[in-house]
């Protein structure tokens, strides 16, 4: 297994599994609950958390997956709502980590003022997208976790997201080798074309043979208990959501009963 700054933060696991904990729509966005407020978002997240923090799930996420449609540059209130209901359910077992969608910066702002290990965020590539044109940059990121002294917090960077396509002629394993050098990942994330939706094992596996032992690489979307053990013949690690869900659905609360599955499904290779 790759070292770094995860592997100081995952010593001796041998495959990563982190759970995401996503969180309801939040305020001002188009589905937000104004009857149930803030508190509705903790109670919520919470129930997740009970199902989600067990032995087997390394580490959880949070993640602001309802506030579809999704935003390039979010508003303060995003980030302080974020801040609230991590503040109030962050666990104290294990790491967990943060993600805006799609504002890496005010990702790494909810990261460094939540004490989070590690930040997903798409902060590389040119892309056309569901949200228009897609220019991140990784060099203020890098530079703030430097200014900030966050010096452990991990940089996980997707280099396929869902609900976007990157432009250009090169493959995705030449891009991965590429961002290793140039913008510096913790991990290289591989997703599927949208949340729920997994990516090709052969992009995993190439992915994994073209970056080696230099940097960590997760499958990001489409983990199943059903597709989880191929995957891990291949990866480092899995970032798991939608299989966790009642009837698989992304935005139903956690069924404790697939979480069992997925589990068992990915020890098979850890």
Request: net charge negative; charged share 20%; aromatic share 6%.
């Amino acid at each position: 297994m790759p070292g770094g700054r995860l592997g100081a933060l995952f010593p001796d696991a041998n495959k990563v599994v982190i759970a995401m904990a996503h969180v309801p729509p939040l305020p001002g966005t188009p589905l937000y609950d104004e009857d149930a407020g803030i508190q509705g978002l903790v109670d919520s997240v919470g129930r997740d958390l009970e199902h989600l923090l067990v032995d087997g799930i390394d580490a959880v996420m949070f993640c602001n997956e309802g506030d579809r449609p999704y935003q390039l540059e979010v508003g303060p209130e995003i980030v302080a709502a974020m801040a609230n209901v991590v503040g109030q359910l962050k666990p104290s077992d294990r790491p967990f980590g943060v993600d805006i969608l799609w504002d890496a910066t005010a990702a790494m702002g909810l990261a460094i003022g939540t004490d989070a290990s590690f930040v997903r965020e798409v902060v590389t590539g040119f892309y056309e997208s569901d949200m228009g044109p897609w220019a991140p940059d990784p060099a203020p990121l890098a530079r703030t976790r430097r200014a900030c002294g966050a010096h452990d917090l991990a940089l996980l960077m997707n280099i396929t997201p869902e609900f976007a396509s990157r432009l250009g002629s090169r493959s995705a394993a030449q891009v991965a080798r590429s961002v290793v050098v140039s913008s510096l990942p913790d991990a290289i994330l591989v997703s599927g074309p949208m949340a729920g939706a997994g990516p090709d094992v052969a992009a995993v596996a190439e992915i994994k043979e073209a970056v080696g032992d230099d940097v960590w690489v997760f499958v990001n979307t489409g983990a199943k208990s059903t597709n989880i053990a191929e995957f891990l013949r291949h990866a480092d690690g899995c970032i798991v959501g939608s299989d966790l869900k009642r009837d698989g659905g992304t935005w139903n609360p956690v069924d404790p009963d697939r979480v069992g599955r997925f589990v068992e499904a990915a020890s098979a290779e850890r």
